[in-house]
């Protein structure tokens, strides 16, 4: 992590801790208010913190990390700290919920739950065990859930740990599988603060959060989640040779076939899209090249190459015919 991010993360936290020691003495502007102050500020600033964290999120350790912040929580706790408690909570979720991508092996996993835990989460708030704790057993969903005070009051908003966690899981998911990291945290954190007006001016005593967190993982990749859902299964393709300007050497998967023209989704994070047609390879936004595609019966090599090279006059031949040879044993594995 860089000393600004570094920098920025104990900022937020500082913030966020200082407000929720000072909030019960602050202004008092009535519901509407404290409501749209919660959505619009105070949840943001501190789910920011978990984009900022990021870089850890494939970090070893997390799980010792999260079960070691769980511990110093309840430790907080027990010594009325409850500032500190907070924070905690927050960052232990986060670490858990990082750690808990990494069993998912692609993103078609992370789709798979973000589809079903809505109406899981949905039936545990009207009619399961959400319903119950919050209903019968308040006390407990407040020692466990992250607390945002509103102002001027004693009272709280509160998310459960499996909604911090899961929000922490989507948007290491987006980092890590080439999506859009920026939207998807405006869309979770919006479709949040979107769940609380409801729920602030609903007879509900609660409403599940999960879907908003879902809904805001899917939709703002929801052509990006196609793409690479649609790849599997799909012909594999090797991108390997050398020009002037460099050297190429990308794992992909054969998207699109139409005509004279082939498109590739590389197995890079993030993804980028190759074409080639008409014997010129493109890469993302990188300028057009020759390439000689070699098709095969499972799968393709494409290999550029230099019109009018100069590298032949540059590189030692044993690399050339090395490079030579890796084509080769490329076109014997595809078939």
């Not at 997390?62 to 700290?81: K, N, S, T």
């Not at 407990?140 to 859930?145: G, H, K, N, T």
């Not at 012909?235 to 082939?262: C, K, M, N």
Request: aromatic share 8%.
């Amino acid at each position: 992590m860089s000393r600004t991010r570094a920098t920025a993360v104990v900022g937020v936290l500082a913030a966020v801790a200082v407000y929720t020691a000072v909030a019960g003495h602050l202004w008092e502007a009535g519901l509407t208010w404290d409501v749209l102050f919660l959505a619009v500020v105070l949840i943001p600033a501190t789910l920011l913190t978990i984009w900022l964290l990021l870089p850890y999120a494939r970090s070893e350790g997390l799980p010792w990390v999260g079960l070691a912040l769980a511990l110093l929580a309840v430790g907080f706790r027990a010594g009325d700290l409850d500032v500190l408690t907070n924070v905690a909570k927050l960052l232990a979720l986060t670490a858990l919920g990082f750690w808990f991508l990494s069993w998912f092996e692609t993103v078609a996993w992370a789709v798979l739950v973000a589809v079903i835990i809505p109406g899981v989460d949905a039936i545990s708030v009207w009619r399961g065990p959400t319903e119950y704790v919050v209903e019968q057993q308040p006390g407990i969903f407040e020692e466990v859930s992250l607390a945002f005070r509103v102002p001027g009051e004693d009272g709280t908003a509160n998310l459960g740990p499996p909604d911090v966690l899961f929000f922490a899981l989507f948007l290491a998911a987006a980092d890590r599988f080439g999506l859009r990291v920026g939207a998807t945290w405006v869309a979770m954190t919006a479709l949040l603060g979107v769940t609380l007006v409801l729920t602030a001016t609903t007879d509900v005593a609660g409403l599940p959060a999960l879907p908003a967190i879902c809904i805001g993982f899917l939709l703002p990749n929801a052509d990006l989640l196609w793409r690479q859902l649609r790849r599997r299964g799909r012909a594999p393709a090797r991108v390997f040779g050398r020009t002037d300007a460099q050297l190429f050497d990308l794992e992909a998967d054969v998207l699109e076939r139409s005509g004279d023209e082939i498109v590739l989704l590389t197995r890079e994070r993030p993804p980028r899209s190759v074409t080639v047609s008409r014997g010129v390879l493109r890469v993302g936004g990188d300028d057009p090249v020759p390439a000689q595609v070699h098709e095969l019966p499972n799968g393709i090599v494409v290999v550029p190459y230099d019109e009018a090279p100069t590298l032949r006059d540059a590189v030692h031949p044993e690399q050339l015919a090395a490079d030579d040879a890796t084509v080769e044993r490329l076109k014997r594995e595809r078939s």
